[in-house]
């Protein structure tokens, strides 16, 4: 099986514009998560999304936004980007199985933000 | 909210030694599930191990093996025969039902010839 892809590997951006990243899950899962790594906050969710519908939110503001089509994969997007948007962003790819839930991590998209 | 702590934020090992790395949570759900997570310098989180709240039996993957005290709120990995393919930084999570996965700060290990 196919891992999970995250498209773009590396961006560069300016403040003030706008991303979108993009996150194909494993075939066969239907929910994705984001999660922002940075050095001093270590990784914090953003959010999570099951069947085009977002599931949970994190305590980010409203110019991170995501959504998911119905073939599972997933965008996220970030407005007015900041300096301190500069992250590795990774997508989860949530396998369900009963109760039980395991995250499998891509590779990450890293922005930097200028 | 559910917090996640691993004190050491380096260890280092020695090829073929044995190592372990501490993490304890705070919770007051009864249903959850804790993970251990690796993530060498290429940035790959790779799912190491998980571990179900209701079971009592401790989970192994190979070399590697946890120590999960449920009513200590403590879930420690310890990794056997260390190599040094297993140089880098694990990260703890927990998740209980309907939330997102919570991370420790992580613990770098080092693996030393």
């Known amino acids: 099986k196919a891992g999970v892809t995250q498209t773009p590997r590396y961006l560069i951006k300016t403040r003030g514009q706008q991303v979108t990243l993009s996150c194909s899950p494993i075939s066969g899962h239907r929910s994705v998560s984001w999660y922002q790594q940075t050095p001093g906050q270590g990784l914090q969710f953003l959010f999570e999304y099951f069947s085009e519908t977002q599931r949970n939110k994190g305590n980010f503001p409203g110019r991170f936004s995501g959504r998911q089509f119905s073939n599972s994969r997933s965008e996220m997007n970030v407005s007015t980007l900041e300096l301190g948007d500069s992250a590795l962003y990774l997508c989860?790819?949530?396998?369900?199985?009963?109760?039980?839930?395991?995250?499998?991590f891509g590779p990450g998209t890293r922005l930097l933000v200028l | 909210a559910q917090t996640v702590t691993q004190s050491q934020p380096e260890m280092s090992v020695q090829e073929a030694e044995t190592v372990t790395l501490s993490c304890t949570y705070d919770?007051?759900?009864?249903?959850?599930?804790l993970f251990w997570y690796k993530q060498p310098p290429s940035r790959q989180m790779i799912l190491v191990i998980r571990?179900?709240?209701?079971?009592?039996q401790n989970a192994t993957e190979n070399r590697f093996s946890v120590n999960f005290q449920k009513a200590a709120k403590s879930f420690s990995l310890k990794i056997s025969d260390s190599q040094l393919g297993d140089a880098a930084m694990y990260f703890c999570?927990?998740?209980?039902?309907?939330?997102?996965?919570?991370f420790g700060k992580g613990t770098s290990l080092l693996v030393t010839p």
């Open positions: 919770t007051s759900e009864s249903d959850y599930y």
């Open positions: 989860a790819s949530v396998r369900t199985s009963g109760n039980q839930e395991t995250q499998y």
């Open positions: 999570a927990y998740r209980s039902a309907g939330y997102a996965l919570n």
């Open positions: 571990q179900e709240a209701y079971k009592q």
